[in-house]
């Protein structure tokens, strides 16, 4: 896997789970998540997902 097929994959498990996370909160406490933490939400998916990712690509080869 390319290394710009791993970021885009990755941008986009952040941008769902910040997304996710808002819609979630708003649901919960009626008003916006604080864009900090929706920041924070998607950095820690990306995480994980960049090293699934990583692992998949060490696996295959």
């Given at each position: 896997m390319k290394l710009w097929h791993r970021l885009l994959i990755?941008?986009?498990?952040?941008?769902?789970?910040?997304?996710?996370?808002?819609r979630l909160w708003i649901a919960s406490f009626d008003f916006?998540?604080?864009?900090y933490l929706?920041?924070?939400v998607g950095g820690?998916?990306?995480?994980?997902?960049w090293e699934l990712l990583r692992y998949?690509?060490?696996?295959?080869?």
């Open positions: 990755t941008l986009i498990a952040m941008l769902l789970a910040s997304f996710a996370a808002g916006p998540l604080p864009s929706a920041g924070l820690l998916t990306a995480l994980p997902v998949f690509r060490n696996r295959v080869v």
